[in-house]
């Protein structure tokens, strides 16, 4: 993780690489809640056991967003999905610092999918955004802005 103090937004970034299609605000007001704003919904975060945890919202933004593309694959193939349940997890070191691996199991509750099919399916919902972020590990570029 590369950190830099700045006293002003670094907008370059942006425009380099062209215009931002995803932006999160996460607010604090002195307490143990995170105020979460993002393109269309607000929510709270906890790191005290008051609402979800950032590991347990990033696991969720993946259920969800490998979700969307199980929906479509279904869909797709023209079945009919009435629900389906993804299961998201993680392991965390013994430190407790970091976490480990996350595991994904899929249940497609009672729609039954070829092997073929199966194969297609796992390597469609590899396109999930979020799923591609997490398995390249492509690092995160953190700014502080003094104002």
């Known amino acids: 993780m590369r950190v830099t103090a700045v006293s002003f937004w670094d907008r370059e970034i942006y425009q380099r ?9 996460v607010e604090n007001r002195g307490e143990a809640k995170y105020y979460a704003t993002t ?3 607000s929510f709270v975060l906890g790191t005290e056991g008051e609402g979800a945890s950032p590991i ?7 259920g969800s967003c490998m979700g969307h593309y199980v929906r479509d694959y ?7 999905p009435s629900g389906f349940t993804i ?6 070191t013994p430190d407790k610092s970091r976490l480990t691996e996350i595991r994904v199991r899929i249940d497609l509750q009672g729609i039954r999918l070829a092997e073929q099919q ?14 591609r972020l997490l398995s390249a590990e492509p690092g995160v ?6 104002s």
Do not use: P
């Open 118 to 131: 199966q194969t297609a399916l796992l390597a469609f919902i590899h396109n999930c955004k979020v799923h």
């Open 17 to 25: 690489k062209g215009k931002t299609m995803y932006k999160a605000t």
């Open 141 to 146: 570029i953190t700014t502080l802005i003094q």
């Open 87 to 92: 299961v998201a997890e993680a392991g965390v």
């Open 56 to 62: 347990d919202a990033l696991l969720a933004a993946l």
């Open 74 to 80: 279904l869909l797709e193939q023209q079945l009919a």
């Open 39 to 41: 393109r269309h919904s």
